[in-house]
């Protein structure tokens, strides 16, 4: 049974472009959380989407966008990027039941190098 | 890490035992993760508390006071891939909020 599946792996781009980060759940999970992880520091939070619905959201600007797509794959969208923003992006898949978020399972992350 | 606090650096020596602790604020808690980092790679889940008490999962065990706001990860029989960073992080108002982690070097 696969994991949590990320794409691509790597990415390069320079100041002020945009970029779409992709990530496939583990199968049968309904909620995809993204995080971004720099250097050093844990993975901060930045959105929770559970069946197509935003759940919760972090500290990051406008600039930051998600959506979940029926079959609860996942994108995150970055407007006008900033050398801050280089970072290793992390999804992560989990099965809400009724004690909400109970196993939460991290994607290899996609590495992001803005120049 | 939003006030969850957990030591930088731990050093133990193989085949010893080490507890990890990790104190947090208590507002909005819904449970308490504790993950493994290896350098370049993504987290790997250990455990999840909801609960007051001890979970043991082998040689990993998760310590929970919800009332103290303060966790331990606890590491029996230290083995060399051991070092790595242990990463708390906190399920809050459907948000998880993670600390700066600990990174724990393992001695021959």
């Known amino acids: 049974d696969a994991g949590v599946t990320q794409s691509p792996t790597h990415l390069i781009k320079t100041r002020g472009q945009h970029v779409t980060l992709r990530c496939s759940p583990i199968?049968?999970?309904?909620?995809v959380s993204w995080y971004q992880q720099v250097l050093g520091q844990g993975p901060q939070f930045i959105f929770q989407?559970?069946?197509?619905?935003?759940?919760g959201r972090g500290n990051f600007p406008d600039r930051f966008s998600a959506r979940q797509f029926p079959n609860y794959s996942s994108e995150l969208n970055v407007n006008a990027l900033l050398l801050g923003d280089s970072a290793l992006y992390l999804c992560?898949?989990?099965?809400?039941?009724?004690?909400?978020?109970?196993?939460?399972?991290f994607g290899p992350g996609t590495r992001l190098t803005v120049t | 890490g939003q006030n969850i606090d957990q030591p930088t650096e731990m050093t133990a020596t193989e085949g010893a035992i080490v507890q990890i602790n990790c104190t947090y604020q208590t507002s909005g808690f819904n449970g308490l993760f504790w993950y493994q980092q290896h350098a370049g790679e993504a987290p790997t889940f250990l455990s999840y508390?909801?609960?007051?008490g001890l979970e043991e999962k082998g040689r990993f065990s998760s310590f929970l006071s919800r009332s103290k706001g303060y966790s331990y990860l606890l590491l029996k029989e230290l083995q060399m891939k051991d070092s790595a960073s242990y990463l708390c992080a906190v399920n809050r108002d459907d948000k998880i909020i993670f600390g700066k982690g600990t990174r724990l070097h393992i001695l021959p």
């Open positions: 199968s049968g999970h309904k909620s």
């Open positions: 508390n909801v609960l007051d």
């Open positions: 989407y559970y069946e197509k619905e935003e759940r």
């Open positions: 992560a898949s989990s099965g809400l039941g009724d004690r909400g978020l109970h196993e939460q399972y």
